[in-house]
C-alpha cells in the first residue's frame, strides 16, 4: 500500500522568502552573496521536503529545522579543511591524515614564496626564462648520485616512466610484486593507463631469475621490480637479488624500473629500522630509473621522484605527460627545503624521522606522566602499556617502534567508542586506537606542544555522555 503524503506536513513548510526574512538569513547575507544563501535556503527546504516525503514526519518547528539545517551549511562552508588534527594513533605517516608532517625549514620556505612572486621559472641570473626542476633537481643529484625530476606523486611517477619507456610493448613484473598500495591502487591498473601490457612472471611466493629471462621478448620494453612495502611474504618465498636483475636488464639492453614507495633517504636504523632499503642502494645495485613518494620517508610535501640514468630522465622530461604532472611552487619549495635539511644532517629537523627515533624510554615518561595527569583531573582510569607504533605510508609492515601507550579503561559512563567518537567530534579533531575495548593514545604522534589540547579535548570528551 503506497503511504500517503502527509500534505499538513509538507504545507508547514517555510517558503524561501520565510527564511530570506529573518535575522539569521540578515547575518548571513552579511558575508555571503545572495545567490549563494537563496541556493542554501533552497536545498535545507528540499531536504525537509524530501524527509517528510520518505515518511519522516514533520518538524515542530519547520523553520527552526531549515536554519538549524543552513547554519550547518554555512559553518561547514567557512571552516578552512583539511583541519588540522591531533594524531594520537601512533602511525607515523597516515595516509589519511596527511602522511609526513613538514619541517620548520619547508614551512618557512612555503610562507616566503608563495605569499609574493618567486623564480618559479625564472631564471635570475640570466634574467630570462627557467626551469621549473631546476629548483630540487642539483639537490637531488647531489644526493642520489643520479639526475631526478618531481611529479605530483609516486603514482604520477611510475605512470610517466611506464608510459615514456613501455608505451604500446610489454613490462615484466614478478607476480608476488603485483600489489594493490592502498585505496584501490594497483600496479596492473597504473601498467594499463600507461598504454603498456603487463607480462607476469614467476609464481605468487616464488620468481627466479631465470622466469625473467625466458620471458623477454622483442616487445619487452622494461623489467618493473616493485617494493611490496605493505606486507610482507614469509616461508618458501625468494626473488631475484636486484644487482642479478639489473646484470641480466644490462645484457638485454632494456631498463629495469624500480618502484621503490618509501623512498628512504637517510639512515634508520637508529630507530631500529632495517628492512627499508635506500634509494642509493637500489641505484648502486643497477637499476636504472627508481621511483619514490616525497611525504613518506623523505619526510616532505606529496611528490613523486624519479632519479636514474641521464638519457631515460631526459626522456621522461620531454613526454608531454610531463607537463600534465608537474608540481607547484608550494611543493617545491617544500620539497627543496626538506632536501637540505637531509643534505645538512638536519634529519631530527624532519617531523617524520624525529618522530621515527623516539626512544620507548623517552615515551614512557611522557605517557606517565600525561597518564597521571589524566587520573588525576578527569574521569578516567589510564595506565600506561607497552605497544606498538608504525611507520605506516606502507613501509616496513613487519617492523614496529617500541613504545608506551596510555590506555584509557571505559568507565561506567562511557565506552572506549563514546570517548573515540567524542574525541573525533572535538576541536581539534583527536584521533586515537581502540584495541579490546580501550582508547590507546601514542604520543609518539603527538607533538609536544599539543598535549594541552590533547589533555583538554579528552576531559570534554569525558564529561559529554
Ligand atoms: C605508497 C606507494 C605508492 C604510491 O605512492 P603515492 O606517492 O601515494 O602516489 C606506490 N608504490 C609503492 C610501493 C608505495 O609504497
Known amino acids: 500500500m503506497p503511504r500517503s503524503i502527509p500534505h499538513a506536513d509538507l504545507r508547514a513548510l517555510p517558503s524561501v522568502d520565510d527564511v530570506l526574512q529573518r535575522e539569521a538569513a540578515r547575518k548571513w547575507l552579511e558575508f555571503l552573496p545572495r545567490e549563494t544563501v537563496t541556493g542554501l535556503v533552497r536545498a535545507a527546504i528540499g531536504r525537509q521536503r524530501s524527509s517528510i516525503i520518505a515518511g519522516g514526519g514533520g518538524e515542530t518547528n519547520p523553520l527552526h529545522a531549515v536554519e538549524g539545517d543552513i547554519a550547518k551549511s554555512v559553518n561547514r562552508l567557512l571552516r578552512s579543511t583539511p583541519r588540522r588534527v591531533i594524531n594520537a594513533s601512533g602511525v607515523i605517516l597516515h595516509t589519511n591524515l596527511g602522511r609526513a608532517p613538514l619541517s620548520a625549514r619547508a614551512l618557512r620556505a612555503i610562507s616566503e614564496t608563495a605569499g609574493k612572486y618567486c623564480s618559479l621559472e625564472y631564471d635570475i641570473e640570466q634574467g630570462k626564462r ?22 605530483n606523486n609516486n ?54 631469475l631465470e622466469d625473467y629471462r625466458s ?52 639512515d634508520l636504523s637508529p630507530s631500529g629500522i632495517v ?14 630509473v627508481v621511483t619514490f613518494s616525497g611525504d613518506k620517508l623523505l ?25 600534465a604532472l608537474r608540481v607547484g611552487k608550494l611543493t617545491l619549495a617544500a620539497l627543496n627545503a626538506t632536501l637540505i635539511d637531509i643534505l645538512t644532517g638536519n634529519e631530527s629537523g624532519i617531523p617524520a624521522l624525529r618522530l621515527a627515533r623516539l626512544s620507548r624510554d623517552d615515551l614512557n615518561v611522557r605517557a606517565a606522566r600525561f597518564a597521571n595527569r589524566l587520573t588525576a583531573n578527569a574521569e578516567f582510569d589510564a595506565d600506561v602499556v607497552d605497544g606498538e607504533s608504525v611507520l605506516g605510508g606502507g613501509s616496513t609492515p613487519m617492523q614496529c617502534l617500541p613504545t608506551a601507550l596510555v590506555a584509557l579503561s571505559p568507565t561506567a559512563a562511557l565506552s572506549a567508542r563514546d570517548v573515540e567518537r567524542n574525541l573525533r567530534a572535538s576541536d581539534p579533531p583527536v584521533i586515537v586506537r581502540i584495541e579490546k575495548d580501550r582508547v590507546l593514545l601514542d604520543l609518539r604522534t603527538v607533538f609536544e606542544t599539543e598535549e594541552d589540547d590533547l589533555f583538554a579535548a579528552l576531559c570534554s570528551a569525558a564529561g559529554k555522555r
Open 130 to 151: 627557467g626551469k621549473r626542476d631546476a629548483h630540487c633537481g642539483e639537490l637531488l643529484e647531489t644526493l642520489l648520485g643520479r639526475p631526478a625530476i618531481a611529479v
Open 155 to 208: 603514482a604520477a611517477a611510475i605512470f610517466l616512466v611506464l608510459n615514456e619507456l613501455a608505451r604500446d610493448g610489454h613490462v615484466i613484473v614478478s607476480r608476488g610484486e603485483l600489489v594493490e598500495i592502498g585505496d584501490g591502487f594497483r600496479i596492473p591498473d597504473i601498467l594499463g593507463a600507461s598504454q603498456a601490457s603487463l607480462t607476469e612472471v614467476g609464481a605468487t611466493n616464488r620468481t627466479h
Open 215 to 266: 620471458a623477454i621478448g622483442p616487445r619487452t620494453k622494461a623489467l618493473l621490480r616493485i617494493h611490496t612495502s605493505n606486507f610482507r611474504m614469509v616461508g618458501f618465498t625468494g626473488r631475484p637479488a636486484l644487482a642479478e636483475l639489473a646484470e641480466l636488464a644490462r645484457a638485454a639492453s632494456i631498463p629495469l624500473v624500480e618502484d621503490l614507495g618509501s623512498g628512504c633517504m637517510a
Open 275 to 288: 628492512e627499508e632499503p635506500l634509494v642509493t642502494d637500489s641505484l648502486e645495485a643497477g637499476v636504472n
Open 299 to 323: 619526510g616532505g610535501p606529496q611528490a613523486g621522484i624519479i632519479a636514474g640514468d641521464a638519457d631515460l630522465v631526459a626522456r621522461f622530461r620531454r613526454n608531454p605527460l610531463f607537463r
